[in-house]
T-cell receptor, first 111, second 113 residues
Framework: DAKTTQPNSMESNEEEPVHLPCNHSTISGTDYIHWYRQLPSQGPEYVIHGLTSNVNNRMASLAIAEDRKSSTLILHRATLRDAAVYYCILRVMEYGNKLVFGAGTILRVKS | DTAVSQTPKYLVTQMGNDKSIKCEQNLGHDTMYWYKQDSKKFLKIMFSYNNKELIINETVPNRFSPKSPDKAHLNLHINSLELGDSAVYFC????????????FGAGTRLSVL
């Protein structure tokens, strides 16, 4: 299974940007990088995904390294509601759309 | 209107019992999944169905049997429940071809005593 490495936890102040890193040195050319997050007592929620180029949506931005061996999820202004576990996942391009979740990064946001 | 709904939300039962968890999605998706999140919080895929056909089966004991009566429903039946089955079970759905983003239910917390 395609593997990603993330810090166990990170802390941020409210209203400040947060950069969540992810290493995926074994990524293959067709693997998409997906980010999901899981708020306390809820199911995972899609955040953003990309292949090669940087991506922006209303929730976050995704910066992908040129060699694609790492990426960074950027929350532009963290709020208390962003406190969650953030998962960086390589989507395996086989029929069935398999997601392999790692341990993720616990993001704590301080007011 | 909840996109992916699971019932029940909580399930407490004795070892050896048989139980079912139901999942329904109203997103019109063609693929549904079951995941298990254990006490260490690791999320692992168990099964995936596309148009009622099993396409992923991740080394799950035979006591677990998914059933998909139609593409909007994927139920999970568990026979002879064991202590180690205690976990949170999540249902998800996606549509092949449209970025394959998965939408998850709120989870069913199963406690086996």
């Amino acid at each position: 299974d395609a593997k990603t490495t993330q810090p166990n936890s990170m802390e941020s102040n409210e209203e400040e940007p947060v950069h969540l890193p992810c290493n995926h040195s074994t990524i293959s050319g067709t693997d998409y990088i997906h980010w999901y997050r899981q708020l306390p007592s809820q199911g995972p929620e899609y955040v953003i995904h990309g292949l090669t180029s940087n991506v922006n949506n209303r929730m976050a931005s995704l910066a992908i390294a040129e060699d694609r061996k790492s990426s960074t999820l950027i929350l532009h202004r963290a709020t208390l509601r962003d406190a969650a576990v953030y998962y960086c996942i390589l989507r395996v391009m086989e029929y069935g759309n398999k997601l392999v979740f790692g341990a993720g990064t616990i993001l704590r946001v301080k007011s | 209107d909840t996109a992916v709904s699971q019932t029940p939300k909580y399930l407490v039962t004795q070892m050896g019992n048989d139980k079912s968890i139901k999942c329904e999605q109203n997103l019109g998706h063609d693929t549904m999944y079951w995941y298990k999140q254990d006490s260490k919080k690791f999320l692992k895929i168990m099964f995936s169905y596309n148009n009622k056909e099993l396409i992923i089966n991740e080394t799950v004991p035979n006591r677990f049997s998914p059933k998909s009566p139609d593409k909007a429903h994927l139920n999970l039946h568990i026979n002879s429940l064991e202590l180690g089955d205690s976990a949170v079970y999540f249902c998800a759905s996606s549509q092949v071809g449209t970025k394959n983003i998965q939408y998850f239910g709120a989870g069913t917390r199963l406690s086996v005593l």
